[in-house]
């Protein structure tokens, strides 16, 4: 069992930048995909970004390339989120989620990953 907890959202303006972290109670979260994904009201959870294990590759989805960035702290089990040029259409809850898929293939379906954390809101006002 692997526990997530998400931090550092909040409410932005329009450009602005924000960083959100994922701690993990994993032994090693190299061992483990890490993914990013949010969701809005009455929409299915998307996928945001993937960190393959052992930071092999990283994935984004088209909506946000060139302005996330996932990346990971091995000594304290952290992942983050790096967003820039944050965009109104950005809003929503971001969720952290692991998973342990034993192939290199990345997956992009909420079902593939075995543990979420709660979840944090960003909003991004114009």
């Known amino acids: 069992q692997v526990t997530l907890v998400e931090s550092g959202g909040g409410l932005v303006q329009a450009g602005d930048s924000l960083r959100l972290s994922c701690t993990t109670s994993?032994?090693?979260?190299?061992?483990?995909?890490m993914g990013w994904f949010r969701q809005v009201p009455g929409k299915e959870r998307d996928f945001v970004a993937l960190?393959?294990?052992?930071?092999?590759?990283?994935h984004y989805a088209d909506s946000v390339k060139g302005r996330f960035t996932i990346s990971r702290d091995n000594a304290t089990n952290t992942v983050f989120l790096q967003m820039n040029s944050l965009k109104v259409e950005d809003t929503a809850v971001y969720y952290c989620?692991?998973?342990?898929?034993?192939?290199?293939?990345?997956?992009?379906?909420?079902?593939?990953?075995?543990?979420w954390g709660q979840g944090t809101q960003v909003t991004v006002s114009s």
């Open positions: 994993a032994r090693s979260v190299n061992e483990y995909h």
């Open positions: 960190l393959t294990w052992y930071s092999t590759n990283t």
């Open positions: 989620a692991a998973g342990i898929w034993p192939f290199m293939d990345p997956r992009f379906d909420p079902s593939s990953y075995e543990y």
